[in-house]
């Protein structure tokens, strides 16, 4: 069904893993002591925890939500076009920040992931869709907040079985409620995925964390602007210590439709079986119709 079509997304995925784990190995990093104990959970045999960083379970968990979602969708190859329109919803609320400590990256004062989750869950009750929280890492705070660095969490989310009024009028009753934090930003904002698109918003809503991001403070107004760049190996190394322990499960996000669809995208993702896992990559064995021998097999990659 799907021939080369997820290849170029998967590629990605496996990408940020390896810049992650090399910056891990490099001279540059002193948050890790003990690399070798800081590699454990990035291993191909560590898959089945769904650790946020594996790259393996990155790759199994987009091809599980691409699988189930698009069955569901009627989005079928070559252009992945579905039968009902999907939307592209972001979420953003500047109180699910948290600031990780230098000595103790995973200790975050009065705040955790299972509460950021359920914050956002909240706020998309009554929608069919299935999402995830996504963290944001910046950098060179001290100007701006006071601190070296921080931690935004957000949330992206593909809804559909709604039509685009309702759903606009959905983003327009919650944005009172939250604040982005940057005057010119919305708290909830929603797009229309485009035709073909669908794999891109996938993969997009799914990704580990590919961006750090700084902000500068105006100097006539005082409004804070954004800039945005590929997050380095030092950055990419300190994210990873402050939600070494995260899963795809604690940061996935599903309600109405989505949540069967979720529950069995992180089944097959924690599979042996699945495609990219370890078993599933084996050769199989393929019988070669010979009219001298009928036993005789060959190791097909």
């Keep these: 069904m799907w021939g080369r079509s997820r290849l170029r997304f998967l590629r990605r995925i ?13 001279r540059h990093q002193k948050t890790f002591t003990d690399v070798r104990e ?24 987009f091809r599980a939500v691409t699988d189930h979602l698009c069955e569901h969708l009627g989005a079928e190859p070559p252009h ?21 400590d230098d000595e103790d990256p995973e200790e975050w004062e009065d705040k955790s992931l299972t509460d950021i989750a359920l914050a956002y869950w909240n706020t998309l009750i009554g929608l069919n869709y299935i999402g995830m ?28 079985g709604i039509k685009e009024q309702e ?16 005057s010119y930003a919305t708290s909830v904002d929603v797009r229309r995925v485009r035709s073909g698109d669908l794999l891109q918003v996938i993969w997009y809503t799914t990704k580990a964390p590919r961006s750090q991001y700084q902000l500068w403070q105006r100097t006539r107004t005082g409004t804070l602007k954004q800039y945005k760049r ?21 940061l996935a996000l599903a309600g ?3 949540i069967e ?26 019988r070669i119709d010979n009219p001298a021998t009928t036993r005789r097999t060959k190791r097909t990659r």
């Design 133 to 160: 929280v996504d963290p944001a890492l910046y950098v060179s705070a001290r100007r701006t907040h006071h601190v070296d660095r921080f931690i935004q969490f957000h949330a992206h989310a593909l809804v559909w």
């Design 38 to 61: 800081a590699l454990k959970p990035l291993r191909p045999d560590a898959q089945k925890t769904l650790n946020a960083h594996n790259p393996r379970a990155r790759a199994n968990f």
């Design 167 to 182: 759903i606009r009028e959905y983003c327009e009753e919650w944005r009172p409620s939250m604040r982005a934090g940057l």
């Design 261 to 286: 669809l979720l529950e069995r995208s992180l089944r097959d993702a924690r599979s042996d079986a699945y495609p990219g896992s370890r078993l599933a990559r084996r050769p199989r064995t393929q």
């Design 230 to 250: 590929a997050i380095n190996g030092v950055n990419s190394v300190r994210l990873y210590a402050a939600l070494k322990r995260a899963t795809l499960a604690q």
């Design 80 to 100: 992945f076009i579905p039968r009902t329109p999907v939307y592209f919803l972001t979420v953003i609320d500047n109180q699910q920040v948290v600031y990780p």
């Design 256 to 258: 109405g439709e989505g």
């Design 14 to 26: 496996r990408r940020q893993g390896r810049h992650l784990q090399r910056h891990l190995r490099g």
